[in-house]
């Protein structure tokens, strides 16, 4: 380690001045003067140094600012403040006093400790210390490996702007107040084993050259925003009270980055993920906006929303549930939050069977391609935006969000409307297109913001990517909602005065595009059912025409010639409704759904009721069955 560079401006205290030179050193020593004296401990006399140690005893204060001190005067000093538990301080002020050596601090109990500036030239150890107190390493620099193990901090402790240029150990310790590391740099390693940090912990703008190891570890709110991690990054068994901060953090992490359990959200906002990784994280959010993954990252998430929107992935990338049991620390906070969310008041919201299921709820700017979604929640999820959405890849169990389900018919119309999968994007601009109370009608609160609502044709779009990507899975009848909602979003971007939205609402109102079989079924049977009463009613004769054959014999006898010929049908009279009428009626319209011609005589009307049903109840069969080829379909 290089000698420290001399502060050029003198201190706040009196200093000792010892060895000071006009010419290159004016001001000497910085250690502040002894009480009564005129010189620093370590420049007095022996006779007054040992004389001033003598009159010490355990829990005074002491003032060795600005000194440099050895490893003997330091034993010496903890020696004068010994009692049973062992050396005893009462406020300790060692702002900018350089320890020589290996200084050990090991059992030294603590009031209030000062040690800003401090440098410590070896290893210094501070093995079951005690601060009862606050504890002040700010700008501390460490040269050799540091060990703080098993001490008891009842007061904050402060690191900021401290340099480690060796491994720092933190294990086995108890913070009750915050621990604040902001722009400290480690030059190795850091380790944080076995720690108890429940007053909050901050390592914010700091950087650590080697590997980082969060181990068994119960950490208050935390902040790792801006800090670099450039060796491998290693959170195992780590449980947050509250939010855990990685905004814009640099990480390079191990192949398995927890678990870890946080009773808040997991901000990694503009972060930067530099190796491979399975990130093994329960939360009640997870933010990965604008994060950069720059190698194949799994997030096998419990419970936590996860926001992916501007996320930029150059591998392929995996978000998951975590189902299978593992060994965490107490989720029961968050299966309290989970619960809850579950039992809120959210009409179209579907949850999953399981409680810890994670649920995505933004891809936009997301490069879909090197994405897969397996075992999740997509209710809240929006997707417009993302790019190569036809490529995106769904498996396991996945779920969108359902259209409301209706107690009562809506209308006149003859059928309660089919549930299928909707978009977030749908529901809010379904919830936003009129003034209508769509929050009573099933489809949730209104946006606050209309511009947060995509446009029809954007919402077109994003189905027909999305039933691509189920169709390219070979997963077609997957494909039918995303399908259905494309043909939605047609229909309603077009204006009514526009052929095209007539021949859409016939398309929906007969059959739902081809995909509901119940309706088609539904229309042929009503159809079916008027074709036989205007049958019995209109269409078929009173009787049978008979036939007659008329001839002239000729005078001298002779061949006769007779022409064959039947009466006009005759337009039925009296009662209509009778069960031979209703049989013919029947067999003329079942013909007539198969496209074929019964052979019955019929009215004039009657074959203008003949022509009509043989055109439409084929096309009602043939939409019915090709909803539930749409079902079937490999």
């Known amino acids: 380690m290089a000698e420290p560079s001399p502060n050029p401006a003198p201190p706040e205290w009196p200093h000792c001045g010892h060895g000071a030179a006009p010419a290159t050193d004016p001001i000497g020593c910085r250690g502040v003067r002894a009480p009564g004296r005129t010189a620093c401990l370590p420049h007095l006399e022996e006779r007054d140094r040992d004389r001033f140690l003598t009159g010490l005893g355990p829990g005074d204060d002491i003032d060795l600012r600005g000194c440099t001190l050895t490893e003997s005067l330091w034993d010496d000093i903890c020696s004068s403040l010994e009692n049973e538990a062992g050396p005893e301080f009462g406020h300790a002020r060692l702002d900018e006093v350089v320890f020589e050596g290996d200084t050990v601090f090991d059992h030294v109990t603590f009031g209030r400790a000062d040690f800003t500036g401090a440098v410590f030239t070896g290893a210094p150890s501070f093995v079951n210390s005690h601060f009862t107190e606050a504890a002040k390493f700010e700008g501390a620099e460490f040269g050799g490996t540091v060990n703080f193990e098993g001490g008891r901090y009842e007061g904050p402790m402060f690191f900021d702007r401290a340099a480690f240029l060796g491994d720092a150990i933190f294990s086995n310790l108890e913070f009750r107040f915050g621990s604040w590391l902001n722009h400290t740099r480690f030059e190795r390693d850091v380790s944080f ?222 059928f309660q409307p089919a549930r299928r999968l909707v978009l977030e994007e749908e529901r809010k601009w379904r919830a936003l297109r009129n003034r209508r109370d769509y929050e009573a009608q099933g489809w949730g609160r209104r946006p606050d913001r209309e511009q947060d609502v995509p446009g029809l044709a954007t919402l077109t779009t994003t189905y027909r990517q999305l039933r691509k990507a189920r169709e390219d899975a070979k997963d077609e009848p997957g494909a039918t909602d995303f399908y259905y909602g494309e043909m939605e979003m047609r229909r309603h971007s077009r204006r009514w005065n526009q052929a095209e939205r007539w021949l859409l609402q016939a398309y929906w109102l007969l059959s739902g595009y081809g995909l509901r079989a119940s309706r088609a079924l539904g229309w042929l049977s009503a159809s079916m059912f008027v074709t036989i009463l205007l049958m019995m009613g209109f269409g078929l004769p009173q009787s049978a025409p008979k036939q007659e054959a008329t001839g002239v014999v000729p005078a001298g006898g002779g061949r006769v010639s007779f022409e064959i010929d039947k009466e006009d049908p005759k337009n039925p009279t009296g009662d209509r409704f009778t069960a031979k009428r209703f049989e013919k009626a029947l067999d003329i319209t079942l013909n007539s759904v198969v496209f074929r011609s019964s052979g019955q005589d019929l009215t004039t009307a009657g074959k203008y009721i003949e022509m009509v049903s043989r055109f439409s109840e084929p096309v009602l069969l043939g939409l019915a069955a090709l909803a539930v080829r749409g079902r079937v379909k490999r």
């Not at 979604?373 to 490529?391: I, K, M, P, W, Y």
């Open 193 to 414: 084993l076995g720690c108890k940090l429940y007053g909050g912990f901050w390592l914010g703008e700091s950087h650590v050259a080697g590997s980082t190891h969060f181990l068994d570890c119960a950490l208050g709110p935390t902040a790792l925003n801006g800090t670099v991690f450039s060796g491998e990054t290693d959170f195992d068994r780590v449980s947050v009270a509250g939010g855990c901060n990685l905004e814009r953090a640099r990480i390079h992490p191990a192949p398995l980055f927890g678990p870890i359990v946080c009773e808040g959200p997991v901000s990694l906002v503009d972060a930067q993920i530099t190796a491979s990784t399975v990130m093994d994280i329960s939360a009640t959010e997870i933010w990965l906006n604008g994060a950069t993954l720059q190698e194949s990252v799994t997030l096998r998430a419990r419970y936590a929303s996860v926001d992916l929107a501007r996320a930029r992935l150059f591998f392929p990338c995996t978000v998951t549930t975590d189902h299978a049991p593992s060994e965490r620390p107490d989720e029961s906070a968050l299966a309290s939050h989970a619960l809850s969310a579950v039992t809120s008041d959210q009409p179209i919201r579907h949850w999953t069977h399981d409680l810890v299921t994670a649920s995505i709820v933004s891809l936009k700017g997301v490069d879909a391609s090197f994405l897969l979604l397996s075992d999740v929640d997509l209710t809240r999820c929006e997707f417009s935006g993302a790019h190569h959405l036809d490529q995106l890849r769904l498996e396991g169990y996945w779920h969108l969000g359902n259209s409301p389900h209706f107690d009562t018919w809506r209308g006149v119309l003859p």
